[in-house]
């Protein structure tokens, strides 16, 4: 809305709020201070006035994809009907004939969600992410996290234009992907500079197909980031984006052979980064 606190949102969207007392003095209930930290939410006739004010934000709002976040609730209970919430095109893909959820699958069956890159997408990726950590499909649940977090990077620029994009990933890292874990192995994102790699990935898919004379559409853009994503365009630039997986601590103290793979791959991810300093441009 071209503005930059909730106060000044709330002079858009809600203007009666503002009233005078006796004395001719201005105040307002500063509910939307609490909407901007989280404490609460408004209630549904505020989110249709907003709504047409900022056509789409009352679908953001009320996505499924923050109750998938929420790992207080019952996932393999809520999962099936949160699911059938998304687009039509991903629920083809999800569920089986006899209106069974598809919680398995292979690197196949997942880039056919990565390439619908979407806030329905992320969510479905979560959702299934989730319900195989609660049935105990740990292989699985490592397959889906690594997709769950290519589609993140995709959609980070979109978060980022809204001042999101810091604050969900550090979610994903507390609250989902702190539990994906398989063969002793995790993931390290607690110093994963998530804005920055979701904008070179961006900028750089962009770069790519910058010359075909036309504006490009979101579809082009996600094709391209797939593309370098799955190092088709050079392994080296692949290993830029890729997370930082290790072992598991939990498990105690790493060997020494342990220690020094995980170095290996923080030495050669930081000789990646040298050469292709974000400013830089980079042929892909």
Not at 40 to 45: C, K, L, S, V
Not at 150 to 159: D, P, T, V
Not at 179 to 187: A, E, I, P, T
């Amino acid at each position: 809305m071209g503005v930059s606190t909730a106060y000044a949102v709330e002079r858009l969207i809600e203007p009666e709020g503002f009233r005078q007392n006796n004395a001719g003095k201005y105040f307002h209930s500063n509910k939307w201070a609490s909407y901007r930290h989280g404490l609460t939410t408004p209630r549904a006739a505020l989110v249709v006035r907003a709504n047409d004010l900022v056509p789409g934000s009352a679908k953001n709002l009320n996505h499924v994809l923050w109750k998938a976040l929420d790992v207080s609730s019952n996932v393999l209970r809520e999962g099936p009907g949160w699911l059938r919430q998304l687009a039509p095109g991903l629920q083809l893909l999800i569920f089986t004939e006899d209106d069974q959820v598809c919680t398995y699958g292979g690197r196949h069956f997942f880039a056919k969600l990565e390439r619908l890159a979407s806030l329905d997408a992320l969510a479905c990726l979560t959702i299934l992410l989730r319900m195989n950590l609660a049935n105990g499909e740990f292989a699985q649940a490592w397959t889906v996290a690594a997709s769950t977090f290519r589609m993140l990077l995709m959609l980070g620029e979109r978060f980022k234009e809204r001042g999101l994009a810091d604050a969900i990933f550090s979610l994903y890292v507390e609250q989902i992907f702190s539990l994906s874990k398989w063969d002793g192995q995790c993931f390290h994102l607690e110093k994963y500079d998530f804005c920055l790699w979701a904008g070179v990935l961006y900028n750089a898919a962009k770069m790519g197909i910058a010359d075909k004379g036309h504006p490009l559409s979101w579809t082009e853009e996600v094709q391209q980031m797939i593309r370098i994503l799955e190092g088709k365009k050079g392994l080296h630039i692949k290993f830029l984006f890729d997370p930082i997986t290790g072992p598991d601590q939990d498990f105690g103290p790493l060997s020494a052979a342990a220690q020094l793979a995980l170095n290996s791959r923080v030495s050669l991810r930081k000789s990646s980064m040298d050469e292709f300093q974000p400013g830089n441009t980079f042929e892909v």
